[in-house]
């Protein structure tokens, strides 16, 4: 097959795209993918040595000029991927979300080229809910996403991302090299590669208030942007790094603090991770949110939203999960059960079939 993966926005489009791009290239599979011009795909795309052409397509959140540019970009898209697609003699689009997947799955639509779209949030996003009655097959990475979509053409297979973590093994030795006893329980906290600079302010005060008796200890992985601000409040239970390797980590310790992004919940059912989750409020529909209360109605992870965030309230949340084993163990087996160790296979399996109908 010639396969088109259109995707972008953000690591959690862009990451499981690649995930199952790999996978369908093993298998035998032409790939060429397409994204914006001006977003992160169009840097972290080609360096994993894949095809890339770029489209200059406007977000259409913003004022009513914003708008009108967006839906500009929109239809010049259009009229390119068509040439794209028709020039690569294109079998088969999948789409990952994001608004950059809209003018060329309609372009695929016109040209009669099957369709697939992925799901990796709870709450469906506006692209994939304005394309739905136009795929072949939708995928979702939640169960609660199927009622969602109005097309029958429906499957929850789970997010391409988790079969990445599924393999990491625990590795304790990695606490002793950032000078912590891998004997002691630890609470790794971490908000992604750009951080949060509201949630951080919590965190450090959360920590000064430790006395230095607790029986436990923190590793916090700031990135990039917070880490000089936070480096003045780590102690020796309490450690300041810029960022750690996420998923060896979560494996390693035993309780994640986070937010709830979809490559992020990817890995803790993946990997059968005890978490407490802070989704962000400042995403499009809220979507973080559904996305963590996709887990705690299963009773595989807690969570604290950021307006009810404070040092006591961490603290005592933290606290009061790290110290009973039970609520530990639970949090960890729930987890587990929400995943599919077999997505990567299931959803290339599926796109497969697909195109031989």
């Not at 540019?69 to 020039?87: N, P, R, T, V, W």
């Not at 002793?176 to 006893?181: A, T, V």
């Not at 000089?228 to 060896?248: C, F, M, P, S, W």
């Not at 604290?304 to 163990?329: F, W, Y």
Request: aromatic content about 8%; glycine content about 8%; overall charge positive.
């Amino acid at each position: 097959m010639k396969i088109v993966i259109v995707t972008g926005g953000s690591g959690g489009h862009i990451y499981p795209a690649l995930t199952l791009a790999k996978e369908l290239q093993k298998r035998g599979h032409d790939l060429l993918f397409i994204g914006s011009l001006d977003r992160m795909e169009k840097d972290v795309i080609p360096k994993s040595g894949y095809r890339f052409i770029g489209l200059d397509i406007k977000t259409t959140r913003g004022g009513i000029i914003q708008k009108f540019k967006s839906l500009f970009s929109i239809a010049d898209g259009y009229f390119k991927a068509k040439k794209i697609l028709k020039a690569n003699a294109v079998d088969l689009v999948i789409g990952f979300g994001n608004y950059i997947s809209v003018p060329v799955v309609l372009a695929a639509k016109s040209l009669k080229i099957k369709i697939v779209i992925h799901e990796q949030n709870s709450f469906v996003g506006r692209a994939n809910r304005l394309l739905d009655k136009r795929a072949d097959l939708i995928i979702v990475s939640y169960e609660n996403s199927l009622d969602q979509f109005k097309n029958p053409q429906k499957v929850c297979l789970g997010n391409p991302q988790s079969s990445v973590a599924v393999s990491v093994k625990e590795d304790r030795d990695k606490l002793s090299e950032y000078g912590l006893d891998k004997a002691k329980k630890t609470v790794l906290m971490f908000l992604g590669s750009l951080g949060s600079e509201s949630v951080q302010k919590i965190f450090l005060e959360y920590f000064d208030s430790l006395d230095g008796k607790q029986d436990y200890q923190i590793i916090y992985a700031t990135g990039t942007k917070h880490y000089r601000l936070a480096l003045g409040h780590g102690t020796d239970k309490i450690k300041i790094v810029e960022k750690v390797d996420g998923a060896l980590m979560m494996k390693s310790c035993d309780l994640l603090i986070s937010r709830s992004g979809a490559t992020t919940l990817a890995e803790i059912v993946a990997l059968g991770v005890a978490s407490i989750l802070i989704p962000s409020p400042y995403v499009p529909n809220n979507h973080q949110y559904y996305n963590a209360m996709a887990l705690v109605k299963k009773d595989a992870a807690k969570i604290i939203e950021e307006k009810d965030l404070t040092p006591k309230r961490l603290k005592e949340v933290i606290e009061s999960t790290l110290h009973d084993e039970e609520t530990l163990k639970r949090l960890r087996h729930n987890a587990r059960l929400l995943n599919n160790d077999k997505v990567l296979d299931d959803i290339a399996d599926r796109i497969e079939e697909l195109w031989k109908q």
